[in-house]
């Protein structure tokens, strides 16, 4: 088990794995940045700062009013927390909407570079081998 173990790990793929996983949590964190810190107050400019976060159900309470979602969980009522899913969802598809555009300009500009590398000039003909050197050099000898 531990030989297989070692040579499941010791192949390419698991390793390009890990370092996607750890690329892909750093890209996170600028990813929710951006969205957080860029993108969002943008939108509440247009949408007048709209946050369904505090919209919610007590379940099952006594009559017992919060004023906000944080407070009600921290008195500990059963909460259908519906605007914090809705706000969940709204910053899903930001997050998302970000990605495909990222995604969209890094396939852009591969395009781009593989376009310039099939446009350059083919590279000078290689010389002749040592191979091709030396067999020239016998057949001058055997004369």
Same mark, same amino acid.
């Given at each position: 088990?531990?030989?297989?173990?070692k040579?499941?790990?010791?192949?390419?793929?698991?390793?390009d794995?890990?370092?996607?996983?750890i690329?892909g949590?750093?890209?996170?964190?600028?990813?929710?940045?951006?969205?957080?810190?860029?993108?969002?107050?943008?939108?509440?400019?247009?949408?007048?700062?709209?946050?369904?976060?505090n919209?919610?159900?007590?379940l099952?309470g006594?009559?017992?009013?919060?004023?906000?979602?944080? =407070? @009600? +969980? #921290?008195?500990?009522?059963?909460?259908? *927390?519906?605007? /914090?899913?809705?706000?969940?969802?709204?910053?899903? $598809?930001?997050?998302?909407?970000?990605?495909?555009?990222?995604?969209k300009?890094?396939?852009?500009?591969?395009?781009? =570079? @593989? +376009? #310039?590398?099939?446009?350059?000039?083919? *590279?000078?003909? /290689?010389?002749?081998?040592?191979?091709?050197?030396? $067999?020239?050099?016998?057949d001058?000898l055997?004369?």
């Amino acid at each position: 088990m531990l030989k297989e173990f070692k040579t499941f790990i010791a192949k390419g793929n698991v390793m390009d794995m890990a370092v996607g996983i750890i690329i892909g949590a750093a890209f996170t964190a600028i990813v929710k940045s951006l969205v957080d810190d860029l993108i969002n107050p943008i939108v509440g400019l247009f949408t007048g700062g709209v946050d369904f976060t505090n919209n919610f159900v007590v379940l099952g309470g006594d009559g017992t009013t919060f004023d906000s979602l944080a =407070a @009600a +969980r #921290e008195a500990g009522a059963s909460v259908f *927390a519906y605007g /914090a899913f809705i706000m969940a969802v709204f910053n899903f $598809l930001i997050i998302a909407w970000v990605v495909f555009m990222l995604v969209k300009a890094v396939n852009r500009a591969k395009e781009s =570079a @593989a +376009r #310039e590398e099939a446009t350059a000039e083919p *590279a000078a003909p /290689a010389g002749p081998s040592e191979l091709d050197v030396l $067999l020239e050099i016998r057949d001058s000898l055997k004369r």
